[in-house]
Nanobody
Framework: QLQLVESGGGSVESGGSLRLSCATS????????MAWFRQAPGKEREFVAA????????YYGDSVKGRFTISRDNSKNTMYLEMNSLKSEDRAVYYC??????????????????WGQGTQVTVSS
């Protein structure tokens, strides 16, 4: 099971950009599909984006389509989330997650088995 460590969170003004990273260890990164979820205060956890083992297939939540880009570098055992045109509603703790297989089977919590500690993203208007 992969160990996951997020970084890159912080505070940014509305319309700005941030790049989150998820460094992994303890397993074979390229065997696993990966994803980002987020949770805002008082709200349910929300699917953000997912990527298959090779990076050839990506999936996005409706609220971030066209603004966020998920990617991975299997040579560096790292996944990324490029976030552009940030809005106040993007404010949340962002979690890096890994799936048991290399294929994205779904977009719910139950489809992923390993979670990072999260990184805070704050967007000020």
């Amino acid at each position: 099971q992969l160990q996951l460590v997020e970084s890159g969170g912080g505070s940014v003004e509305s319309g700005g950009s941030l790049r989150l990273s998820c460094a992994t260890s303890g397993g074979t990164f390229s065997n696993h599909a990966m994803a980002w979820f987020r949770q805002a205060p008082g709200k349910e956890r929300e699917f953000v984006a997912a990527i298959n083992w090779s990076g050839t297939r990506t999936y996005y939540g409706d609220s971030v389509k066209g603004r966020f880009t998920i990617s991975r570098d299997n040579s560096k055992n790292t996944m990324y989330l490029e976030m552009n045109s940030l809005k106040s509603e993007d404010r949340a703790v962002y979690y890096c997650v890994s799936a048991e297989s290399g294929i994205v089977m779904g977009k719910t919590d139950q489809d992923f088995w390993s979670w990072g500690q999260g990184t805070q993203v704050t967007v000020s208007s």
